[in-house]
């Protein structure tokens, strides 16, 4: 039986990456998704493979870091039972080269972004009975990375979040986890690889993949399947907690 059959699930950054392995592998357990993300294109292009395969997809194009145009988006919206936080952005550089800007842009869409669809999503399930929310994190909220400044307060503050969500609404029946990715090998590895290392691509990629013990990089649908048993009902003794999938970057790196 689909695992999601009769679920509304919103996704932030649907259009690419992770968000779009989520987005594709819940509309094929069953679930109506909402793509909320800047990247129109991307959002379109994910709800014709939805069509495609069967399911119903839908794409808003939403910048999170405003919360009137989230507010606006989610409220066109009926009954919502899952919502995946996956918009993110990354920012390479230690606290000196962390300008003001490139701090508040991170800050604005990892962190102001995740709270602006908690803050609109969450009433909804609460009216609605409940709900499963998860949060993408990332490995640089556990461990400490070279030149990952704002990238890794960003993600800190994600799994802050998630807890604080969990214990506030665990009496009106909304789970709220977050998961930890090493490298997963997506759009936004290549974008900032070619941004920060140019010239230098295929080295820096054979680099970060050995960076995990597992020796490569995770692929977006090993991401989405960790996401869809997290926001399962399979999952309905589980809140308030992170799970790495990482390789064995965080407990084997030695
Ligand atoms: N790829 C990795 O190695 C990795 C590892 C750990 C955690 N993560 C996290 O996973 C999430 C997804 O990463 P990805 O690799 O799939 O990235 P990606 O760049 O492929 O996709 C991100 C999506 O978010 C959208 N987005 C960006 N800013 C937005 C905004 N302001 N409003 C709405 N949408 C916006 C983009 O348009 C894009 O569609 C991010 O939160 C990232 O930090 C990624």
Redesign the pocket.
């Given at each position: 039986m689909s695992k999601l059959q009769n679920k509304v699930a919103v996704i932030?950054?649907g259009?690419?990456?992770?968000?779009r392995a989520i987005s594709l592998l819940f509309a094929a357990e069953g679930a109506t998704v909402h793509i909320?993300?800047?990247?129109i294109e991307?959002g379109q292009s994910v709800v014709s493979e939805i069509a495609n395969q069967g399911g119903q997809g839908f794409v808003h194009a939403?910048?999170?870091?405003l919360q009137e145009e989230v507010l606006s988006i989610v409220n066109t919206i009926g009954k919502i039972d899952i919502l995946v936080n996956?918009?993110?952005?990354a920012h390479v550089g230690n606290l000196e080269n962390c300008k003001t800007e490139d701090f508040e842009r991170v800050f604005n869409?990892?962190v102001k972004?995740a709270y602006n669809a908690l803050y609109a999503v969450v009433p909804k399930m609460k009216e609605n009975g409940g709900g499963a929310i998860l949060n993408?994190a990332?490995i640089a909220a556990w461990v400490g990375i070279t030149d990952r400044f704002a990238y890794s307060m960003s993600k800190g503050a994600i799994f802050a979040m998630s807890l604080s969500v969990a214990r506030d609404y665990m009496a009106d029946g909304i789970r709220c986890n977050s998961i930890s990715?090493?490298?997963?090998h997506?759009?936004?590895?290549d974008?900032f690889i070619a941004k920060n290392y140019p010239g230098q691509e295929a080295e820096v990629f054979e680099k970060l993949s050995k960076s995990q013990p597992i020796g490569r990089m995770a692929q977006?649908e090993e991401i989405a399947k960790l996401a869809l048993f997290l926001c399962s009902d399979d999952a309905g003794f589980i809140t308030g907690n992170d799970y790495p999938i990482d390789g064995g970057f965080i407990k084997l790196n030695n």
């Open positions: 932030t950054g259009g690419s990456g992770i968000g909320l993300d800047l990247n991307g939403c910048n999170v870091s996956n918009a993110g952005i869409v990892n972004g993408l990332s990715p090493a490298r997963v997506t759009p936004f590895v974008g977006p």
